[in-house]
């Protein structure tokens, strides 16, 4: 069981918050997780008496304690005086990953045990978490079945009704991410298809250009099982060392991937190269290669040796190259399928940027800090507002997106508040913070100094609320069940835009704002706005909150807009991938249709040279090869649009303002498609045409 928060360590540069959690002592042990020093939690660090106890993240023991190891036993210092000893440090590779709605930050950097009485104390905490570890042979539904036996006993003994869902601890942590990871696995495997099909056109046009060399040794007794031993040796061997390749090229790509990683995705950094990478990469690697080496061996069936030499001594038998032309067809519609996908996630992306998280994020600067005092948010902000260059400030519990835990507050019309009424997003803030974030007042007023009575609280609610209690109707002086203060009853005193504070994308909750006093959360945020850069007056209001206080320094000093691009970032990171796929795609498919013509054209230099001694004109030429070349791109896109289809219908999850079947992505993608056949057409149908009739049949 455990809980997160935070704590804020005392040092000589400073304080810093830390995201804490509290356990249960045997949480690790659950967890199987073992120190990289030290020992964990036992029962007798809980007793009455105890002294505190705390373990530390990898990170912090090194950033902090520069990874001293005799830092075990020893201890250090809140910024609030206490003491505790730290028992042990966590290893490099630990993080507690858990879903977002989980509330629960990546990066906990401290855990304590929780408090001696919290199995014998009230069973009311219903804030608390909880992992569980399945015995052999248990499965999610016996464990659900076991849980709901449990939940039932709880609701009796408080008297209310309570529910509990069991789900996979694994599923939960990925359910997110799995849709963008999917996306991009099946991006990996159609590029590789695209370019194994390019590969298998290079062997077949190999094959086929050594048709003179296999019709001789054909003739001097070589069998073709013996042709087809030499065709799977030197496909492994090209697999092979192209796999040597690409595990040296994913090390590297790997490296830098995790550099333009984004925080929203931090979890792919335990993303290595492993004995598991290496053996799948094997494994793929012997199964292209058998294909692969397979392609060629039709050309060395069909192989005629006495009818071979005859051609090659008449000056040539018919060109036919139907396999690679089929294989250019393929490369064309894969590459359609993943142009498309990437069109899709790019016009989602931009719609995302497009939106409007209802408030201003440019020339904002946000920190935040621990309150000291009762009268400190109101004294900061009073000196933080006469900073030259602030046009405005005030105090927010949470900023948006960030990864603390949110507030949920339980809301009806009636009361008793019903056990399964629902929830809004609960933000306490003071006076001036919408307005220095820009939220449009709709109805009423914005709070003032003057709200802070606990036993008439005031509230501020979004539109959606105020829809959907007080439909037609001004929800100002509208009264509700709340517990807000010392009431239940909060009376609403100004309506504002529904803002995206945890999404950029999805409507969630509606909001309900109180007055901080009522609702006090330590650390708080806080929002300055300013006439030009915000990082600009980021000295003078670090220096202004250690004047009020010494012992507290304000953390996380950054610009709104970061904690935006955050929340974009996610769609960018997967856009990048995708359209570099798509690019890759788009560039081996023209490689595909330039190699086929550029053979065709060079099998066929004595046809040409024969055509202009007739009289063709070098227009006409360029006409019939350039026509070839587009009818295999023409023919590719006929049968990519079906995939691209059911591509659109497979990334509906992570497209946002845009259908599936969207048509502006589509014919973009047929756009690419058939410009990049044409380049890749152009030079072997001017090649063509530059053949001379006298060389032509000189050769002959």
């Known amino acids: 069981i455990w809980a997160s928060g935070s704590v804020v360590l005392a040092g000589q540069d400073g304080p810093e918050q830390l995201r804490s959690a509290l356990v249960t002592t045997n949480f690790f042990d659950v967890l199987g997780v073992q120190p990289a020093y030290g020992r964990t939690f036992r029962p007798d660090d809980t007793a009455e008496g105890a002294p505190l106890t705390v373990m530390l993240g990898w990170d912090l023991f090194q950033r902090w304690f520069g990874g001293d190891p005799s830092l075990v ?19 490099k590779d630990f993080r507690l990953l858990l879903p977002p709605d989980a509330a629960v930050p990546d990066r906990l950097q401290a855990f304590a045990p929780f408090w001696p009485d919290l199995e014998s104390g009230p069973r009311r905490n219903l804030f608390l978490r909880v992992i569980g570890r399945m015995r052999p042979g248990v499965t999610i539904e016996q464990a659900q079945d076991d849980v709901s036996t449990l939940s039932r006993n709880l609701s009796r003994e408080l008297g209310s009704q309570r529910a509990f869902t ?183 992306f931009a719609q995302v940027v497009a939106v409007d998280p209802g408030f201003r994020a440019d020339r904002q600067l946000t920190f935040r800090t621990l309150i000291s005092r009762e009268t400190f ?65 709709l109805e009423g007023r914005f709070f003032t100094d003057h709200d802070r009575d606990p036993k008439h609280p005031v509230v501020i609610v979004d539109d959606t609320l105020a829809r959907l209690f ?6 100002v002086g509208q009264t509700f069940f709340a517990n807000v203060g010392e009431s239940r009853h909060p009376t609403v005193v100004g309506v504002v835009r529904h803002v995206r504070l945890r999404s950029l994308v999805q409507d969630l909750l509606p909001q309900i704002y109180v007055p901080w006093q009522l609702a006090q959360r330590n650390p708080m945020a806080f929002v300055v706005s300013t006439s030009g850069d915000p990082m600009s007056v980021a000295a003078d209001v670090r220096a202004t909150v250690m004047a009020l206080d010494s012992r507290v320094a304000p953390h996380d000093v950054r610009p709104m807009t970061d904690y935006v691009n955050g929340a974009r970032a996610t769609g960018a990171f997967t856009v990048v991938l995708a359209s570099a796929f798509a690019v890759t795609a788009m ?27 007739l009289g063709a004109d070098a227009g006409r030429i360029l006409r019939d090869v350039l026509r070839e070349g587009l009818g295999f791109a023409v023919a590719g896109c006929a049968a990519g649009l079906a995939g691209a289809l059911v591509v659109g219908r497979l990334l509906q999850a992570q497209l946002y303002g845009v259908r599936p079947h969207d048509p502006v992505s589509l014919a ?28 032509a049949l000189r050769s002959e």
């Open 166 to 348: 069991t789900v996979a601890l694994q599923d939960d942590d990925v359910r997110e991410i799995r849709g963008p990871l999917l996306a991009l696995f099946g991006g990996v495997a159609i590029l590789l298809m695209i370019a194994c099909v390019n590969v298998a056109s290079l062997l077949i046009a190999r094959t086929a250009s050594r048709t003179r060399e296999t019709s001789l040794r054909l003739a001097l007794g070589a069998s073709r099982g013996r042709l087809v031993r030499q065709a799977l040796v030197e496909g492994f061997l090209l697999t092979l060392t192209g796999a040597a390749a690409g595990v040296f090229v994913g090390y590297v790509g790997l490296r830098a991937l995790l550099v333009l990683l984004p925080e929203s995705l931090s979890r792919l950094e335990a993303s290595r190269i492993d004995l598991a990478v290496l053996a799948f990469t094997l494994g793929i690697s012997v199964v292209w290669g058998l294909l692969l080496s397979l392609a060629p061996c039709f050309e060395l069936f069909k192989a005629d040796a006495l009818r071979s030499l005859h051609f090659s001594r008449a000056g040539g038998r018919p060109v036919r190259y139907r396999a690679r032309a089929a294989l250019v067809v393929a490369q064309v519609a894969l590459s359609l399928v993943l142009l498309s996908g990437a069109g899709l996630l790019v016009r989602a």
């Open 668 to 695: 973009t993608a047929l756009a690419l498609i058939l410009t990049g056949a044409i380049v890749a057409c152009v030079i072997p149908a001017y090649r063509a045409t530059t053949v001379s009739p006298m060389d």
């Open 377 to 441: 948010v109101q004294e900061l902000l009073e000196r933080v507002r006469a900073l030259p260059g602030v046009t405005g400030a005030g105090a927010f519990s949470h900023l948006p997106y960030d990864d603390l835990p949110n507030w949920g507050l339980p809301h009806s019309l009636t009361a008793p508040i019903p056990t399964d009424a629902p929830t809004a997003d609960a933000r306490a803030i003071s006076p001036g913070l919408m307005e220095a974030l820009g939220v449009p007042l």
């Open 470 to 475: 007080w439909p037609g109707r001004t929800a």
């Open 587 to 613: 560039l081996l498919t023209c490689v595909g249709i330039y190699g086929v013509l550029a053979y065709g054209v060079a099998q066929r230099r004595h046809e040409f040279g024969v055509r202009r001694a």
């Open 73 to 91: 036993g020893r201890r250090i210092q809140s910024a609030d005086g206490s003491f505790a000893t730290v028992l042990g440090i966590l290893p």
